[in-house]
DNA sequence: CGGCACGTTGAAGGGCTTCAAGCTCTGTGG
DNA sequence: CCACAGAGCTTGAAGCCCTTCAACGTGCCG
């Protein structure tokens, strides 16, 4: 059991703060708990709260008109969800959905702003974390104007090994998430059954392996040379 | 001729700030003037400069590695190029490219750290800046994750409007700046031909009226209903 | 054990890309 | 001032990737 304290120094938005400033922020926190599937907030909500995610994963999802829901972004451990919104005074731009059984702190608005107000190495921190999200989102623009389904799958793959990927033997490295064909449908702007197709083939020329939920790669430098287009 | 000075009280970045800050900054400034085509600065450069653009129209493009290039914002008067890279230390993360002729005030990283280091308000207004654009990102993101080309054109072109219309009457609209079939393609990720193709279907119906990197929009009320998707 | 969410697979079709050819306009140099 | 090269644009044809719809299989969990 962590205390909120501990929490705190992990991530590194908070780490570098001096002690008196930590101490008097982990002092008016407090923790949530949010079960599989639950929702967090809800696009449009106006932002009373951020969130630092200590346990679990969470997803920021927006709904198109059409019903289409599209994945903005995926949270883990000590990254915070909604920071920007909260220090602007803005809605949530997407409905915050946990994808296991997670664990957060709440950071209400007031103590950040006094953060901003009086610790300029804070407001870097928040700045290099929005940078970080804004070439992110640029990346990912320039693949779904430029690339193929499958190098978007491939790469996305890819880039969950490097979160949550586990060690398996043989240079296999196993997902440690729970995630659908649709999660990955909507993380790449395709629908389930491309995602279902494009998985068999892979699984046909043995660079996964896929049961319910659960993916295995088995061979993930084949899955580089997807991603980079590469002849097989 | 505006004096570096008025140009930095027309953006919001540097508004708000104390006379002082504002006299020591304009102090250290210079101008620079770019034309129409030239490049400001390479993907992949040290990021040296900022730069507030003071007239004309400068593009951010990303490379490829299949030679395709990707439109990742356009930045016209009053707006600032390049800031966050040099404010972390970063590389640019494209190559800045000037569509018009353009006058520039160049930004070199010291006062601006100075700047983050002693004004909250500056920084305040730097994650405001930040947000926006990963808001504008995101949106294209779903985009291109859910919709088809027309709609996705068709919001581009109501977009530049609102940037660079100019009244034509009737309820037309003109855009006053040099769009060729290929810019538009690159800015929604798809082919100038299909580009074509679709301009031609609007000309037929009376929507726009288009000419060599130049066009007009004549009902927008109907592209707006192209790119909501509606029935006309 | 039955319902339901998840997943697979097939078939049809359409939107978009790609390749190709030719056209129109612009600007430039002789 | 004209010719011509080249950039920008249009249009057609072919085809593929992907979506959509549909039916069915599978396994988890109450």
Known sequence: MTTIREALLACALFADLPDAALDALSGSLRWQHVERGEVLFNQGDEAAFAYLVTAGRLR?????????DVTMATFTSTEVIGLIVVLLGEQYPGTAEALDNAELIVLPAPPLWGL??????????????????????????????????QRRVARSLLRLVEKVGVAEGHGAVRLDIRLSRQDLAQMNGTTL??????????????????????????????????????PM
Not at 60 to 68: A, F, M, S
Not at 194 to 221: C, F, K, M, N, Y
Request: proline share 2%; no cysteine.
């Open 60 to 68: 920021l999802v927006q709904h198109t008109l059409e019903g289409k």
């Open 193 to 230: 059954e491309t995602i279902s197709r494009t998985l068999s083939a892979w699984e046909d020329d043995g660079i996964v392996e896929s049961a319910r939920e659960q993916i295995v790669i088995l061979r993930p430098h084949a899955l580089v040379r997807v991603a980079d287009d590469l």
């Open 116 to 149: 901003l107000n009086t610790h300029p190495a804070f407001s870097l921190k928040v700045i290099h974390m929005l940078a970080d999200r804004l070439h992110e989102a640029h990346n990912r623009i320039r693949e779904l104007s430029a690339e193929r389904v």
